[in-house]
């Protein structure tokens, strides 16, 4: 009795001290003060920023793979945002030092709560924690955990061999897992119950760790948002001339004709973290960076891991939006990229279509796709939305149904797979925020990165939601999300009105998440058939039964 009252005193002085406006927490590193805030429904959490997983990977430790952060003296500052790393486009607080994570927590003492942790979107090139706000995730009781990892030249150049393998953005990643199963429970979470997120190249990241044999036991679950490791933009095979590139435009000797990988590498890393970044401005397109098979982190090409079945067993979450496409679509119209790939679709069309343009017959298998979709190679207004399907299919929709039914086909170990596809059309939409007020054409489409605005609270972009539409369906993505999280199933129950299945081998079904969420079946594989025939690299991997030649 007397240690049950202990104990009971225990958890109510920790509940209280929890109430104040700062808590400090002892983390295997150091203390860490964090700071209150409230979630939505006025329900306090507590935020530590800028906590190091890494040492800094600057001087002698630039392009090498990453080190755990030593412990720190006195008691850490958790209530400043950290730098982003180095990147393009954006006009960013940044330093190379920029390997942090921040932890969101209603609990900031020893607890089980489920925890999920965030990769950034940005193409292994761009990113930054500080948009990607905790208030609707946090309000469901999760530990929401962001991480930065080092990305575009400093984060995934190699030379193709062991003097710089790669993948270094991907292992700093892991070692933010093994941070988080270090140290997570003392600020609210469970480490056997973390669930990995991420959209775009983040989802592609997760994909990545669940294929990894250095990310196995770091997590639990995972939810891939348009991205996975079977997308052509997601996977690399021109490393070492790309790195003799980027070496040429930065003076390094040699540097194109076949460099030296050690010479190469002791010239980069003398030049300055904003020339390397501006270095990529300077290439064709600068999303000239990202994964690559290196034997360790990635034993062998993605499709080959899934076929095979040779990853992490973990319950999944996959889907896409309804209209990827259209951002893309935009973005080409407006700096006239559809007009010069008309022209010259021999040199362009692959490129702008996404497709591995390492691929034999490159040129023959973008006509094949454009005809299919198009007709002749001409364009006009009147095309416009079968354009957009065109680059959602080449850049999202067929690689995440590839991932969807090859990890379903998997059932041995009873790990279940979770489909959806948002079709909700909200107030905003983020070809709004990069390009403008919407034209007529798109009025109607659900945009890639359209999913984010309903798990994260984008007010400081300014599209924040206000119809009670966009609020409900809100409400049901991040209930889904969290369920998952916690359970392994987004409906454990019926109290949302509706049952998410998992996707089956005899049929591919996922959930049309609107403001009235259904099951729905893919009935018309056709397009699907056409794509898995073409003679790509990624195919004949993936099902080498349909090529016998």
């Known amino acids: 009795m007397r240690f049950l009252v202990s104990a009971v005193l225990l958890w109510l002085s920790a509940a209280a001290a929890a109430e104040e406006e700062t808590v400090s927490v002892q983390l295997l590193q150091g203390v860490i003060e964090g700071s209150r805030s409230e979630a939505k429904g006025g329900k306090s959490f507590y935020s530590f920023q800028g906590i190091p997983y890494a040492e800094p990977p600057v001087g002698s430790l630039r392009f090498k793979d990453p080190l755990p952060a030593g412990a720190w003296e006195g008691v850490r500052n958790g209530s400043v945002a950290p730098p982003a790393c180095p990147q393009p486009f954006y006009p960013l607080k940044t330093s190379e030092d920029c390997l942090f994570l921040n932890v969101f927590t209603p609990r900031a003492y020893k607890s089980d709560l489920p925890v999920m942790v965030w990769f950034l979107p940005g193409a292994f090139v761009v990113g930054s924690m500080e948009i990607y706000r905790p208030e609707y995730l946090v309000a469901k009781d999760v530990v929401y955990v962001t991480v930065q990892s080092r990305l575009g030249i400093l984060g995934y150049l190699s030379t193709g061999d062991s003097e710089l393998p790669g993948n270094l953005g991907l292992k700093d990643q892991t070692l933010a897992l093994k941070w988080v199963q270090d140290n997570i429970h003392a600020l609210g979470g469970d480490p056997d119950k973390v669930t990995i997120f991420g959209q775009n190249a983040g989802g592609a990241s997760v994909h990545y760790h669940i294929l990894s044999p250095m990310s196995k036991g770091l997590f639990k679950r995972a939810i891939m948002q348009s991205g996975t490791a079977l997308c052509s933009w997601s996977v690399r095979e021109d490393h070492r001339y790309m790195a003799g590139q980027i070496g040429s435009i930065l003076d390094c000797p040699g540097a194109t004709e076949n460099p030296n990988s050690s010479d190469l590498v002791d010239c980069l890393k003398k030049v300055p973290a904003d020339q390397l970044t501006a270095a990529l401005l300077k290439m064709p397109t600068p999303y000239v ?261």
């Not at 990202?290 to 891991?305: K, M």
């Not at 362009?348 to 198009?374: A, Q, S, T």
């Not at 009873?414 to 709004?432: K, M, S």
């Open 289 to 549: 960076m990202g994964p690559r098979v290196d034997g360790e982190f990635l034993p062998d090409h993605p499709a080959t891991l899934v076929r095979e079945g040779r990853y992490n067993r973990v319950d999944i979450i996959a889907g896409k939006t309804r209209d990827e496409g259209a951002l893309n679509v935009r973005t080409f119209l407006k700096d006239g990229v559809v007009d010069a790939m008309i022209k010259s679709f021999g040199t362009i069309g692959p490129y702008m279509m996404g497709l591995n343009v390492w691929d034999d017959n490159i040129d023959f298998i973008g006509r094949l796709i454009f005809h299919r979709y198009m007709g002749p190679i001409e364009f006009d207004m009147s095309k416009v939305h079968t354009l957009v399907k065109l680059i959602g299919d080449c850049y999202f929709n067929m690689c995440t149904m590839d991932a969807i039914e090859n990890h379903a086909r998997d059932t041995a170990f009873g790990n279940r797979v979770y489909a959806y596809e948002l079709q909700h059309r909200g107030q905003h939409t983020f070809t709004d925020l990069y390009m403008g007020p919407t034209p007529d054409w798109i009025l109607n489409d659900v945009s890639h990165m359209d999913d984010l605005q309903y798990l994260f609270d984008f007010k400081y972009l300014n599209i924040s939601l206000s119809k009670e539409e966009d609020f409900f369906v809100s409400r049901i993505m991040v209930d889904l999300w969290t369920n998952f999280a916690a359970t392994g199933d987004p409906t454990p129950d019926m109290s949302m009105g509706f049952k998410w299945t998992p996707t089956e081998v005899s049929k591919t079904s996922y959930l049309g998440i609107t403001s009235s969420p259904t099951m729905k079946v893919v009935d018309d594989r056709q397009d699907l058939e056409f794509w898995r025939n073409l003679p790509k690299k990624m195919n004949k991997l993936l099902y080498p039964e349909r090529f016998h030649n």
